[in-house]
């Protein structure tokens, strides 16, 4: 090559920034095998690829070396700080001697990038990196499939389909790296891979997944993987690409998947470099005899070998044959274990509950791992995370039902009747405000209606006010465990944020304190209307909603009576007569309370005139609460109309009214066995009287139907005159209620249906997804018939600012999913989704099953017994909020939660232990263990120890051993719940199927960082980081605290 001296002088003379790299070097030239000679220091200056070398900066070039045809030889000793050029022309070797370890991999790095070898690398990448951006801002979420449109214009006769099982993944593979080669000797690298799917009639290349990275090894074990769903178009001809990079600084590369749409800008590949890629046809891996595939890495013109990757074809279910000794001596200082990604959501108990689990779990997003357990066997569990479509349809089903029952009681009140003045204006401003909020719910239930989209709200859209009845982020975590020796086993946490009013806010407090204030204020209400106990009211509300039910079905009962009698038929005869009887004995018994007596009373004394016969006072006012606020209240509003009534009101009339009923039914009763009877004796004389029934009427010849007609009509008018004044009464009692406290009455029943309704949908979610995975499980379904279904709840909540009243809230709302009942029925339809029945403080929740599994159920159950639920609540606030509650504010409000319903779970485990068999459920074949945990739960609750999360772990315990429904709460169930749920999973791994102790911190890092909680985090806030900084994790439990790089400013 010819070069002009010159230009190369001039070209050597030139500012430092010219340069690609300079610094001082000690250099020698050796040839052959003969004796490296003591290198003398220059300053060397490298541009393009012309090493320049100088006796010192200032002066001429003594020397060029250009860096063509040749390679670099390094050495491996740790303390070694030089290396050696190599030339195929055969010229001498360059020795090359560094200051330091560090300065030496410097220029190892720069001369092996010098030639035009390296140059051709570099151009290569960077159109491979166009590539990819250009890919990336075509593709979609990472985890979507493609439009369906073009899947079916992909999915042509010419491809051939991969054969699966249904409802299971078409493709799983595991994935593991053999000798890597590092830019520098001594590097350890932290490697992952970056998997992209070609596929054969588009050829374009679409980014699917990545795995974990694994740091420290040359041979990484990915224990990570990929799975493609069923409904992905995945064909045998389809090419996959893996791309294997070197992270540099993890923190710079926590967003490696799953970019959504919206972004505008593509992420910047900061922190990492290349190593190598390679491609294969998925048909190869299917057809392969072992089911694996090892490639060979090659950098990105293909010329140069990194290394090779294996490709395993992956079941879940089938255990992987070999020891695991070779992760924790070969590679010990990898951080993750495997992680694949699935989206099938299964369950233990079989096919058949699929297509009830599918109307109610939408959206699922699944990850596999393996662990190696105590014994050095591989364990595999996968980790399922899926949305419901009851976020969306429970809130529905209720506000219909709250605008049913608002519009009832609006009627109810314009039924009264004729009132004084002073009421009359009274019902006129309530029915006036409750028509304002029935618009209000209206609504809502007209927004909702509208919405299409995600079955979830996202904790971004917490404080929107269409979506306040909604639930924010619930989802079911579930973890299935697949070991060595033990059986499979199956763990579920419904995750969802506080059930709480975000909307109103928090400024003066949450539910618990506002009721309570505002039953104090409303006991020191003044005489503009009379105080009835919130016992009272609730009792008013029973009684109407008792009518409400009972009066259609007597007469339903009644009509089918007189059918049987113009048929002639007796059996028909009796078995109506003996609804007939059990219906309006329900009926009578209803009315069987002072409280009706005392309020009819107090609504004669509203009426435009009043004469009483008897003193105004009801009688046991001060027992039944329904006292008016000043003896002479009556005689105040006696006199408010001008035209005067003289009619007497008798106090003894309304138990003549209703003891009507009775009577009329014995009629009724007498009647039919008069009549039953003389079918029987055909020789008794027609005419004949009964003398067991003197006040019924006389037996004639003739129809059945004539003779029990007018009875029948009797009984009706009776109970239709005991339905209108029972209605007026307790109607009346319900004006009080709401006139004593307008508007804040009706404002507190809003804030307490928004958070009933975020509570009842997950406790449905928690209860469908419990009973599909134990309907093969005796001991639980006599467990749910005989004692009820255990539910507890973990919150996260501070005692601190706005999360107390959210605490407050979320307290009141688990508090009042006492009063759900759930029944199960046998689906009649393709639909089975729940059904809400019932009012206020009375709700039915009916689960439908279809036939095959509701045939498994307990006679009891499939007879439409009511199940109970005993809800239970325990805090511990773990952030940065509840350090300064702690110093300088009040835990008491978490104190007094937890000791509640600490008792509440104490009366659970007395029923338990009173009605069922001990040996009965397999967790507790021990009692002393369940004694021993409640126990300690009483000393840590007692204990008032600062962020004291043993409470929580031993609350979850004892529910799990309980055979109960786990929930986990925060603010938006984002971040906090991530980590405590990830934590909950790993210490089952570790205490249930013996993970291998040092592989506790691995897995936990690994759930956090690849798992499904990161994939919440994405699904709410665009962004795969938890919301969290470092201050603020200083202040959080030890195991609560997130990986590193996966935390940050997010907007959450």
């Not at 967003?255 to 910047?268: F, I, Q």
């Not at 909604?470 to 419904?494: E, G, T, W």
């Not at 603010?971 to 506790?1000: G, N, P, W, Y």
Request: charge should be neutral; glycine fraction near 4%; include cysteine.
């Amino acid at each position: 090559m010819r070069f002009n001296a010159k230009d190369l002088a001039l070209l050597a003379r030139r500012p430092s920034c010219c340069f690609d790299k300079e610094g001082k070097l000690k250099i020698c030239r050796v040839a052959g095998d003969e004796k490296l000679i003591e290198p003398r220091e220059r300053w060397c200056r490298l541009k393009g690829n012309l090493l320049f070398l100088m006796k010192n900066k200032s002066s001429e070039a003594s020397e060029v070396v250009i860096l063509e045809r040749c390679w670099i030889v390094e050495f491996r000793s740790k303390t070694d700080v030089s290396i050696v050029l190599k030339f195929q022309s055969g010229e001498p070797d360059l020795y090359v001697e560094a200051a330091s370890k560090p300065d030496c991999e410097s220029w190892a790095v720069a001369l092996g990038e010098a030639n035009s070898e390296g140059l051709q690398n570099k151009i290569q990448q960077l159109r491979r990196l166009i590539m990819e951006i250009k890919e990336e801002r075509s593709s979609d979420e990472a985890r979507q499939f493609l439009p369906s449109s073009q899947v079916d214009s992909l999915g042509e006769p010419q491809f051939t389909s991969i054969q699966r099982t249904p409802n299971e993944p078409k493709l799983e593979f595991s994935l593991a790296c053999k000798d890597l080669v590092a830019a520098t000797r001594d590097r350890k690298l932290n490697t992952f891979i970056q998997v992209s799917v070609i596929h054969p009639a588009e050829h374009i290349l679409t980014r699917y997944s990545s795995t974990e990275i694994v740091e420290g090894t040359r041979d990484p074990l990915f224990l990570t993987g990929v799975t493609f769903p069923p409904e992905y178009p995945i064909y045998e001809e389809t090419k996959i690409k893996l791309t294997v990079y070197d992270v540099k600084d993890k923190s710079q590369d926590t967003v490696r998947t799953s970019v959504l749409p919206d972004h505008k800008e593509p992420r910047a590949d900061v922190g990492r470099s290349f190593l190598g890629c390679t491609t294969f046809r998925v048909g190869d891996l299917v057809k392969s005899k072992e089911q694996q595939l090892t490639l060979t890495l090659r950098t990105s013109d293909g010329g140069k070998t990194v290394g090779t990757i294996e490709v395993n074809l992956v079941k879940m279910g089938e255990l992987e044959d070999g020891e695991t000794d070779h992760i924790t001596t070969d590679a010990q200082d990898q951080k993750c274990a495997l992680v694949r990604e699935c989206t099938a959501t299964e369950g233990i108990s079989g096919k058949d509950n699929l297509p009830s689990l599918n109307a109610v779990l939408k959206n699922p997003i699944c990850k596999l791992y393996r662990f190696p357990t105590s014994d050095n066997k591989w364990m595999r569990i996968r980790e399922q995370m899926a949305e419901t479509t009851l976020s969306f349809h429970v809130p529905k089903e209720l506000i219909n039902l709250h605008i049913k029952e608002d519009m009832r009681r609006n009627q109810e009140l314009k039924d009264l009747g004729e009132l004084a003045p002073h009421w009359d204006n009274m019902r006129k401003s309530v029915i006036a405000h409750c028509d304002q909020m029935l618009s209000m719910y209206q609504d809502t239930l007209a927004e909702l209606g509208k919405h299409t989209g995600s079955s979830f709200k996202s904790s971004c859209s917490k404080g929107e006010k269409t979506l306040e009845f909604i639930p924010i982020n619930l989802h079911l975590q579930r973890m299935h465990v697949h070991s060595p020796r033990l059986k499979d086993a199956l763990y579920d946490v419904i995750t969802v944020g506080a059930p709480a009013a975000h909307f109103q806010g928090f400024k003066n407090g949450g539910l618990r304190k506002l009721l309570n204030k505002f039953e104090a204020e409303r006991r020191n209400t003044g005489y503009q209307c009379i105080y009835y106990s919130p016992e009272n009211t609730a009792k008013a509300k029973e009684v109407l909603s008792n009518i409400n039910h009972l009066q259609p079905l007597i007469s339903s009962h009644a009509d089918l009576l007189l059918n049987s009698a113009s048929q002639h038929s007796p059996d028909s005869l009796k078995n109506s007569l003996k609804m007939l009887s059990e219906k309006t004995e329900l009926f009578v018994h209803a009315f069987k309370d002072q409280l009706v007596r005392s309020a009819l009373l107090a609504l004669y004394t509203a009426r435009p005139g009043c004469v009483l016969k008897k003193p105004a006072v009801p009688r046991n006012t001060a027992e039944e609460g329904g006292d008016l606020q000043h003896q002479d209240h009556p005689s105040q509003i006696k006199r408010q109309d001008s035209i005067p009534h003289h009619s007497e009101y008798d106090e003894e009339e309304w138990d003549r009214v209703w003891a009507n009923v009775g009577k009329s039914l014995n009629c009724v009763i007498a009647m039919v066995d008069r009549l039953l009877e003389k079918d029987n004796i055909s020789n008794v004389k027609e005419g004949e009287k009964d003398p067991s029934a003197p006040d019924c009427s006389v037996l004639h010849t003739g129809d059945w139907y004539e003779q029990l007609y007018p009875l029948v009509i009797t009984l009706k008018d009776c109970m239709g005159e005991v339905v209108t004044r029972a209605k007026q009464s307790m109607a009346f009692v319900l004006l009080q209620e709401l006139a004593c406290g307008l508007p804040q009455c009706l404002m507190l029943t809003l804030r307490r249906d928004i958070v009933f309704s975020q509570a009842l949908a997950g406790l449905v979610c928690g209860f469908i997804i419990k009973l599909h995975t134990s309907l093969h499980d005796q001991g639980f379904l006599q467990q749910l018939h005989t004692v009820g279904l255990l539910v507890q709840y973990e919150g996260l909540l501070s005692t601190y600012s706005e999360e107390a009243g959210m605490l407050e809230d979320m307290a009141v709302g688990i508090s009042d999913l006492q009063k759900v009942m759930f029944k199960v029925i046998e689906a009649k339809s393709e639909d089975f989704l729940p059904i809400i029945t019932g009012r206020r403080e009375h709700y039915i929740i009916e689960v439908q099953l279809p036939a095959k599994m509701f045939e498994l159920l307990p006679q009891e159950i499939k007879e439409g017994k009511l199940l109970r639920m005993y809800p239970v609540l325990f805090n511990v606030g773990i952030n940065e909020q509840q350090t300064l509650a702690e110093r300088f504010g009040d835990t008491t409000l978490q104190e007094n939660i937890n000791q509640e319903n600490l008792e509440l779970l104490k009366e659970y485990y007395k029923l338990f232990t009173e009605k069922m068999p001990p040996d009965c459920l397999p967790h507790l074949q021990e009692q002393n263990d369940l004694k021993g945990l409640l126990e300690n739960l009483h000393q840590n609750i007692q204990a008032k120890k600062r962020k004291n999360v043993e409470i929580m772990w031993l609350a979850a315990t004892i529910c799990r051993k309980l055979n109960g429904v786990r929930f986990t709460c925060c603010k938006s169930a984002k971040d906090r719940t991530s980590m405590s749920v990830t934590l909950e999973q790993c210490s089952i791994l570790r205490d249930e199927h013996q993970l291998h102790k040092d592989f506790f911190i691995r897995a936990l890092d690994c759930m956090r960082r690849e798992g499904c909680r990161i994939e919440n985090v994405l699904k709410n806030v665009k962004c795969r980081k938890y919301a969290f900084n470092m201050i603020q994790l200083m202040a959080f439990p030890k195991y609560y605290r997130p990986p590193e790089g996966t935390y940050g400013k997010a907007d959450t």
